[in-house]
Nanobody, 126 residues
Framework: QPQVVESGGGLVKPGGSLRLSCAVS????????VAWFRQAPGTQREGVSC????????TYSDSVKGRFTVSSDNGKNTVDLQINDLKPDDAGVYFC???????????????????WGQGTQVTVPP
């Protein structure tokens, strides 16, 4: 059974940076995808970024392009999300999720994912 555990949240001033980490385990091969989601109070969960372990493809939502970077650390078996130039609208609970996928698939719909972490809080005061 695959498992994911995210960490690294905290309180950062606008314009600051933060690095989140998602530890992934339990997949028998490379054919899976890992995605980051976030949810602010009173809002629906939205996809932020996705990384395909199959071929290294990455995707980003329009609101975070140019500021967020997702990467895979194979030595630590984690998928990290580097967040730069934080804005108050970036605040919320960030979730890591994983699913089996084909070699060229990397979606950011929460309904596609079966394996979820517990979430880590990112606070960006105005």
């Amino acid at each position: 059974q695959p498992q994911v555990v995210e960490s690294g949240g905290g309180l950062v001033k606008p314009g600051g940076s933060l690095r989140l980490s998602c530890a992934v385990s339990g997949f028998p091969n490379k054919y899976y995808a890992v995605a980051w989601f976030r949810q602010a109070p009173g809002t629906q969960r939205e996809g932020v970024s996705c990384l395909s372990k199959s071929n290294g493809w990455t995707t980003y939502s329009d609101s975070v392009k140019g500021r967020f970077t997702v990467s895979s650390d194979n030595g630590k078996n984690t998928v990290d999300l580097q967040i730069n130039d934080l804005k108050p609208d970036d605040a919320g609970v960030y979730f890591c999720a994983a699913r089996y996928s084909g070699a060229d698939t990397c979606g950011t719909s929460p309904y596609e994912y079966h394996y979820w972490g517990q979430g880590t809080q990112v606070t960006v005061p105005p």
